[in-house]
């Protein structure tokens, strides 16, 4: 079996890198956007994609996006330097080249954090009636879990962020605390003050913490499969009830919680892809 590193460049100019693990068919392509901090080769359910979903004749390209890792010295990019709205260029990037590779059907996928950008997309994107159905792995809120874990600190992090802008300096990381996005990673003021202000575009995608609506996902006109641990996850309202949301608030929308998994499916991948191979033979 093949599998080449594929390189894209953004609109932007950033440069991007997948990879590729191609079937004998080469007309429907399943597309993964990671999350915080990750990268295309660190997934750890990522190689069982790579060895199933060939076998029904659909390629997987897992990617990266100028969120990978904490920081990318290379192109000065990175999770703690992400602009959330820049995601689409990226998403734009890889979706250019599914279709001049002649992919007709399309799955866009996303973990994490990265399915909050896969929504979005869904709403602002170049190519977003390209797509043929959407999945979201480890659904997430991540102003809520900000929330949450700032609740648990002393420091207050917006005024940082807003000072160093103010002074000019909103590419600097802040310092108050050392993994200042929810405990996990470093982040710069300009990002944080991005992602985390009143009203910020991120904090409207996927609010479960509000537990009421989630106008981007009623947007969605293509079937949608979202599937979730039952630990470690972060969706803030208990997950049975963000999974009643999902399925609430759009009929295309599938759930389904894989019992005993954390938020990277560990030990659960083979109950992970089995859902997903179900999910694309009934809707694709």
Known sequence: ???????????????LFGLLSQSNNNKTIYLNIHGTGSNF??????????EELPKFGIDV???????????????DTGAALEIFEDSILDINAWLNWCLKHGYTKIILSGHSHGTEKVVYYMSQGKYKDKISAIVLMGFADS???????????????????KEK????????????????????????????????????????????RKGNTLPMIRSIKIPILAIIGD??????????????????????????QVVGSGHCYEGHQKELI???????????
């Not at 080769?41 to 790579?50: A, G, T």
């Open 143 to 161: 102003v809520g879990t900000q929330l949450k874990f700032e609740k648990t600190i002393k420091s207050n992090l917006m005024s940082e962020a």
């Open 61 to 75: 390209l897992f990617t990266n996006n100028r969120g990978s890792s904490a920081l990318e010295s290379w192109q």
């Open 165 to 208: 802008v103010k002074l000019g300096k909103g590419y600097e990381l802040l310092t108050s605390h050392r993994r200042a996005q929810a405990g996990e990673l470093p982040i710069s003021a300009k990002t944080y003050i991005n992602y985390f202000s009143d009203n910020s575009v991120l904090s409207k995608v996927t609010p479960f």
């Open 1 to 15: 079996m093949n599998y080449p590193i594929i390189e894209v460049q953004t609109e932007d100019k950033f440069g």
């Open 41 to 50: 080769y660190c997934e750890p359910f990522q190689k069982i994609f790579y």
């Open 274 to 284: 089995k859902l997903i191979k179900n999910f694309l033979v009934k809707r694709i």
């Open 231 to 256: 630990h470690d996850e972060y969706t803030i309202i208990p997950i049975k009830k963000a999974m009643m949301l999902l399925e609430k608030e759009n009929n295309l929308v599938e759930v389904h």
